[in-house]
């Protein structure tokens, strides 16, 4: 037995190896057509080697799967456009990870130039001193911000103040199963926006194998549903103009997304699919699900893994409000400080080449981020996409039509990521038949609780 | 009870060490000579005592220290809190839930991991041929890491893509909701737990059940017992050490089972699975409180420490040696 | 007859049941996203593409020498320091011994995670991050393994020990030309369980490694999953694939060895 057993391993240890070098064949193949780029980079790479001009980068990242790769083959392709800095990329984990290893190395040798940041991470970045403010660079330089895309500065702006570079944006949006609305004769090409449209849409959706709509276990959908009714999260306009003190969530605007989640969840027209992004995806897919809220990054492999046609579109809003718009996500590029200005520099040509039209084109159409540069969205390569998936266009719509106030802008709190934690525990809590006006005051306690906390322990 | 046991033991199984108390008696020696043992000792305890005292106790120590503290962003004792952090999780039903849901995964691990595992054993106990193969494939669980096993399981618990649901879907039952439902999700973390805990529990049995006398059972199967009896009356008395030994360890275990909640639920839904060892790292790694990380990783301590005693008090009677 | 039947029916059941997991994990590996999603037991056409997507994606292979450099590293000095107190603690007697033991055992009960905080802190002003030390330093001493040689060595008869002291030999040389050669099962059982753990180290290596030079292979799994977009699980399971099957090889062929070494130790 242990002999079919090695003999198992040693044969699947050969196949991968031929798959290994399978590979190796086919970039030589392409090489010898016309001088690819990896094999640029691999001369570049020589060269950093032996020249001690090149000036060595770090750049820490949170984006593993397929978006790592994406990243990884972005960096190559900076590192391959010029050769006084190389670029490299170390992946940390999920962005909590991340995070907790930025706090720890923050201020000593070990801490990276380039930092990737989730957006709660940003006020903590801000005060942690571990930083360079990018205001600094573009004042320097003279870059003109302006040219990017302005609701998705303004999250990264605090007191007029630009603290990191955007990197990878999304915002969530509705996502439906087109056929489904036809079967249940519902209107594709009209579909609902308001809470009571969908909670109607949800009913005549659910049958015995579909739930009528779903929403991830992720605190970052609720915050929509809160900013779009103009509500903020924190009080000081957000954070924004001071420490928050406590949170604002437990208004009206809460309760009615919290009654909305549950109404239909008591009618049976909502179903709870956990905390991974996964399986709610793959529900959608399967068809077990007919609406849901997903991330605009998502929007392609959405369409591509779905047997039907999917249907895009802005995120629901209470009845009572016009809708506000949304509030960006994903993360942004900081600058560590207490590096070497020539360290800095290379950091700032990287970002600065990274919003450039042609790369945010490139980065668009290769992740579903949005583009950070409103252009990349003219050139050719965007465009072609955009006619074979007409559907990307719905979440730049939004985030354009998006009303600029302390609300859309986001909340700037240090505790954020565990705000968020009570948020999803309160939500579960609701589904699983807590009453609406209890479950949210527990996510309000227990986020004012860990502000409280905060506070106290930075006085 | 030790003891008595070693009473009965003829000379030739007489330790060393017990010879070494013999010559220690007759002997007299000099104040250096006495103290000669000592050293030794120190030398040769010394690297465990030092690694010991830097990555478990001084660590400890400090989480007591820091269990009295809020602590600033940067992770450093800022504010001195008296007791807070300990009453404060005392009111919390965050915390009792964590408890609830701790013990409750013990009890749901520890009997079935042990059963099954024995179960196993007495099965790959059995003189057949091939048996090599089975008994392989029995510890193979042994060989996985908690990341890809947890891995794994997350995948066949896929609420739609999963084959477990496929499985059910296709005999005609409803698909489960594994990490979706909150008394669903702990029973799922507990069958991967108990999967991945077979393996070593399996290997022990079995050295175990290898070590009985094959004269016992000869003898009774000359008074005609059958095979339940056998067991019942041979088999468990005589497996008890390792039977406790598996019990302990798995019991330790099954308080510190961290990497297949953070892969299969995060602690949720609703926290129904945020065990003690989870609570702690979240509140420490994700939201950056290392004082009440502290304290609760302090009472999972003390908690542990005063079952476990209580465990060798009463457990251990139970036992026989032989 | 029938007896053995019922006992193949029951081993086999058994097994399934058991080595499930693990053959679906490989079977998915070979499958496309098509199959994946159609909830197949099999492939249809089984691919190599996801171990090609692997080896391409991540640098498993020097993930893979990592994690071996540190399982061994690692393996080794929990032997020798394990060795070392446990010999103390089955020839030597001294007062207090007891006590002294019983702190050892008392780090049995520390879980590992509570004392990550500190222990992170202590690297860092170590200096040792992104080391091999950090992976393989802390994990030297092992209660575990003190106690498991101890019980060993408790075994060594009463001759040898009258031998050696005729030949004259100090404390050292009776430690490794007798005692040592004697519990030789007990070390291999040693070695083979902490070489498992270590190996399949998942949060400590994240925390102390920024770069990839010392990471070991659990990192690369985990790198192998995304959150925004979706993940690709004929990859992962790939991946999952290549992480285990040192471990599976090494169990399988030690399998034996461990058996009876931590049956002795678990008995005595």
Redesign the interface.
């Known amino acids: ?2 002999k079919t ?2 003999f198992m ?1 040693v044969s ?2 050969t ?2 190896a ?3 070098n ?2 190796g064949e086919t970039n030589e193949a392409e090489a010898e057509g016309e001088a690819s780029a990896e094999e640029v980079d691999e001369e570049t790479n020589n060269e950093a080697e032996i020249s001690e001009e090149v000036v060595e980068i ?1 750049f ?1 990242h949170g ?7 994406t990243l990884e083959a972005l960096v190559d392709d900076y590192n391959a456009s010029q050769e006084e800095f190389h670029i ?1 990329p ?6 909590e ?1 991340l995070l ?2 930025f706090r ?2 923050g201020g ?1 040798e ?1 801490a ?1 130039a380039l930092v990737q940041m989730f957006e709660v991470g940003t006020k903590y970045m801000i005060e942690s001193g571990y930083i360079t403010p990018v205001q600094e660079w573009i004042d320097k330089d003279g870059y003109d911000v302006t040219q990017l895309e302005e609701n998705i500065l303004s999250y990264y702006t605090v007191e007029d103040e630009l603290y990191s570079m955007p990197f990878n944006s ?1 915002t969530p949006a509705l996502y439906f199963n087109k056929d489904m609305f036809e079967e249940a004769g519902l209107d594709p090409e009209n579909p609902p926006r308001t809470f009571s449209e969908i909670k109607e849409a949800a009913e005549k959706l659910t049958d015995e194998d579909t739930y009528g709509f779903s929403m991830l276990g992720h605190g970052w959908f609720f915050e929509q549903l809160i900013a779009t009714q103009s509500a903020d999260y924190v009080d000081q306009e957000n954070g924004r103009t001071a420490d928050a003190t406590e949170v604002l969530f437990g208004g009206e605007e809460g309760l009615r997304a919290y009654e909305w989640l549950n109404e239909m969840n008591e009618a049976g027209t909502f179903e709870y699919y956990g905390r991974d ?2 399986d709610l ?2 529900a959608f ?2 068809e077990n699900v007919a609406m849901y809220m997903d ?1 605009s ?2 929007t392609k ?1 959405a369409i591509n ?1 779905a047997g039907f046609e999917v249907g895009v579109s802005f995120i629901p809003h209470a009845d009572e409000i016009d809708p506000n718009g949304v509030v960006i996500g ?1 993360a942004s590029v900081w600058m560590g400080s207490g590096i070497s200005e020539e360290e800095q520099q290379g950091a700032w040509e990287f970002m600065k080449w990274f919003n450039q039209p042609e790369v945010q084109a490139e980065w668009h159409v290769n ?2 981020y949005f583009a950070t540069h409103p252009e990349a969205y003219n050139e050719p390569v965007v465009e072609g996409e955009h006619e074979e998936y007409p559907q990307l266009r719905v979440p730049i719509e939004q985030l354009q039509a998006t009303v600029p106030s302390s609300a859309t802008q986001g909340a700037l709190i240090t505790v954020f990521p565990e705000s968020r934690e009570q948020v999803v525990t309160s939500l579960e809590e609701l589904y699983q038949g807590t009453s609406p006006e209890d479950a949210l005051q527990m996510a309000v306690e227990g986020s004012n609780r860990a502000i409280e906390v905060s506070e106290r322990a930075s006085e | 009870m030790k003891q008595q046991a070693a009473d009965i033991l003829d ?11 013999k010559y ?1 008696v007759a002997s007299t020696k000099t104040w250096w000579q006495k103290t000669g ?2 050293r ?2 120190f030398l ?2 010394l ?6 005292s ?7 120590i ?2 007591l220290y ?1 269990s009295f503290f809020f602590t600033d962003a940067q ?1 450093t004792a800022s504010a001195f809190v008296g007791w807070e952090n300990y009453t404060y999780l005392f009111q919390s039903a965050a915390f009792r839930n964590s408890v609830g849901v701790t013990l409750l995964f013990v009890l749901y691990t520890v009997p079935s991991s042990v059963i099954i595992a024995l ?2 054993a007495l ?2 106990n ?1 003189k ?1 041929r091939g ?1 090599g ?17 947890a ?3 997350l ?2 618990f896929h609420p739609t ?3 477990l649901n ?1 499985a059910l879907t296709s005999i005609n039952l409803p698909a489960l909701s594994w990490l979706q439902d909150s008394t669903m999700a702990l029973v799922s973390v507990a069958i991967t737990t108990i ?1 991945m805990n ?2 070593f529990s399996f ?2 049995l ?3 059940l ?2 009985i006398d094959e004269h016992l059972y000869e003898s009774a199967r000359i008074d005609g017992a059958g095979y339940f009896y056998r067991l019942r009356r041979i088999t468990v008395p005589m497996l008890s ?2 039977l406790f ?2 019990i302990t360890i798995t019991f ?1 275990n099954s ?2 089972s ?2 297949q909640v ?1 892969i299969l639920t995060g602690g949720g839904p609703a926290e129904a699975t945020n065990l003690i ?1 989870y609570s ?2 979240k509140e ?1 790694f994700i939201y950056y409180q ?1 004082g009440p ?2 304290a609760q ?1 302090i009472i ?2 003390g908690a ?2 005063l079952l ?1 005693l209580l465990q060798f008090k009463f457990g251990e009677k139970k036992v026989h040696y ?1 | 007859m029938k007896r ?1 039947m019922i ?2 029916a ?2 086999t059941l ?2 399934f049941v ?2 499930f ?2 053959m ?2 490989f079977s ?1 590996s070979f499958m496309t ?1 098509e199959d ?2 159609s ?1 197949r ?1 099999l492939p249809s056409s089984p691919t ?2 996801n ?2 997507d692997v ?3 991540v640098p498993i292979l020097h993930y893979l020498m990592n994690s071996f450099i540190v399982a061994s590293t690692a393996t080794l000095g929990m032997l ?3 060795a ?2 446990a ?2 603690f ?5 007062k207090g ?1 007891q006590a ?1 033991f019983l ?2 055992i ?17 690297i ?1 002003s170590l200096g040792w ?2 080391n091999y030390l950090a992976l393989t ?2 994990f ?2 092992l209660a575990f393994g ?1 106690f498991l040689l101890r019980q060993h060595f ?5 001759e ?3 031998a050696a002291q005729v030949e004259g030999l100090s ?1 050292f040389q009776f430690f490794y030309k007798v005692v040592v050669p004697y519990a030789k099962t007990s070390f291999v059982t040693l070695g083979i369980f902490g070489f ?1 753990t270590t ?2 180290m ?2 400590w290596p ?2 102390v490694t ?3 030079t010392v990471r070991t292979v ?2 690369g ?13 004929g990859l ?2 790939a991946g ?6 040192p ?7 030690g ?1 034996k060895q ?7 130790g ?3």
Do not use: H
């Not at chain 2, 193979?140 to 990341?147: E, H, I, K, N, R």
């Not at chain 3, 799994?221 to 699980?233: G, S």
């Not at chain 3, 461990?258 to 002795?264: F, R, S, T, V, Y």
């Open positions: 037995m242990k057993l090695f391993s699947l240890l196949l991968a031929c798959a290994s399978e590979e770090e820490w984006m593993g799967g397929g978006l790592g790769d490299t170390e992946y940390q984990g999920s962005y990870e907790t290893q720890t190395v000593t070990t990276p999304s992004w996964d995806r793959a897919q399967t991330s990054a998502g492999d893994n994903g992740t579903g | 000379t030739k199984t007489l330790t060393v060490q017990d010879a070494i108390d220690k043992n000592y030794i000792a040769y305890l690297p465990s005592l030092l690694l010991f830097v990555f478990m106790f001084y660590p400890m400090y989480s820091l992770g179960f196993l099965l790959a059995e057949l048996i193969l089975y008994r392989t494939i029995f510890a193979s669980t042994l060989g996985m890491s908690v990341a890809a096993s891995v794994i399981w995948f066949m893509a999963g084959i496929a999967w077979t393996g290997l022990i079995l050295g175990g290898q070590n050490p390792t030994f598996i330790i308080f510190q961290f990497g953070d060892i702690i790292y420490a290392f990380a502290s990783a999972l301590f542990v420490l476990t032989q | 053995k006992l193949y029951l081993l058994a097994a058991m080595f997991p693990i679906y994990a998915v996203s994946i999603l909830r037991l190599l593409d171990y090609r080896l391409v994606s020798i320091v394990s070392l107190a010999f103390i089955a020839f030597i007697p001294f011994r002294v702190l050892f008392s780090t049995l009960l520390i879980p590992w995670e509570a004392t990550m905080i500190p222990n992170f802190f202590t860092q991050m992104n330093i802390p030297f001493a003190t408790k075994t060594v008869p009463q040898l020990y009258e404390n498992l190996w399949n998942y949060l994240l925390l920024t770069n990839d659990q990192i799994l985990r790198r192998l999953q995304a959150d925004e977009v979706a993940t690709n699980w992962v399971m999952v694939i290549l992480v285990i099957i471990t599976l090889i090494l169990l399988a062929a399998q461990l058996q009876k070494g931590l049956a002795k678990a008995i005595k």
